[in-house]
């Protein structure tokens, strides 16, 4: 008896040990910490994957190989302040020119009168537009349809910037070819998912209602509501389980405002409501 008390317990153990493989490699800080991170695992070309997230608090982006060994690390040309202003995205050699040599990196504004860039990873520009927004969504909200600020094309990659008059209302977008394609593995997170705003009422008097359709249940989104001077007047972060937002606590003065919401530091709806009083 004895000796078959032993056999059962070591058949117990060695099974639990061919199936517990999940294995810890490394720890990245996340949006909640200094570095407000958002961790990614992008390729930069040829299947060549990389970790990389932003870290806001040193103006740094930080790039890691597979193993978690450092890959690079660039001091960023201009001050991103906050996940709200500019984001980092689309690092790859192989999508904005023809010099596979280095990789190149997008900063992507958050609000209107913020800039679009394109770096090498040098420091030298390559690319600038002012006061553009990568588009997301054309005609947000109402009959609107996805855009996403890069695809692939039979005619080549594509690049949509939207233009916005003086209050932060959006006029044109300008499209602009690039030299490479997107990677695969650099496409938006979440796919071909549709995320629904609906505004009432609009116009609004004393109170605004948003009425959310989010299909992603464990993802985070980020709604945040602008001056009619894009100037940031209320911020929160809400989840799929979040139906109604109702901002009757903010005293609203006559004029168009605006939102953006944003889900893994990426926009993806804008739109505009007006109060009368």
């Known amino acids: 008896m ?112 913020n800039n679009f860039y394109v770096f090498r990873e040098d420091g030298s520009l390559l690319f600038q537009r002012d006061s553009v927004v990568p588009a997301y969504c054309i005609g947000c909200f109402i009959g609107s349809h996805d855009v996403r600020p890069i695809v692939n094309t039979s005619n080549g990659a594509k690049l949509f910037l939207l233009k916005a008059d003086s209050i932060g209302f959006p006029q044109t977008v300008d499209v602009y070819s690039l030299c490479g394609s997107l990677p695969m593995s650099t496409n938006d997170l979440l796919g071909d998912n549709q995320v629904h705003v609906k505004i009432f009422p609009n116009p609004g008097r004393n109170e605004v209602n948003f009425q959310f359709e989010l299909l992603e249940s464990l993802a985070k989104y980020e709604i945040t509501i602008y001056s009619p001077t894009t100037e940031v007047i209320f911020s929160k972060i809400i989840s799929a389980s979040d139906l109604e937002l109702n901002l009757n606590t903010i005293s609203f003065s006559s004029g168009s405002y605006f939102f953006t919401l944003k889900s893994k530091n990426k926009i993806l709806q804008t739109g505009k409501f007006i109060i009368v009083r």
Request: charged share 15%.
């Open 2 to 113: 004895r000796n078959r008390t032993i056999f059962i317990c070591l058949f117990l153990l060695l099974n639990y040990a061919s199936i517990a493989q999940i294995t810890y490699e490394h720890t990245y800080p996340a949006s909640g910490s200094p570095s407000q991170a958002i961790v990614d695992l992008v390729d930069i070309g040829n299947n060549d994957l990389k970790f990389l997230y932003t870290d806001y608090s040193l103006n740094e982006l930080r790039i890691f190989n597979l193993d978690h060994s450092p890959f690079a690390t660039i001091v960023v040309p201009i001050q991103l302040l906050n996940r709200n202003e500019y984001s980092i995205g689309y690092v790859t050699k192989s999508l904005f020119d023809c010099d596979s040599t280095m990789f190149e990196y997008a900063i992507m504004s958050g609000i209107y009168h």
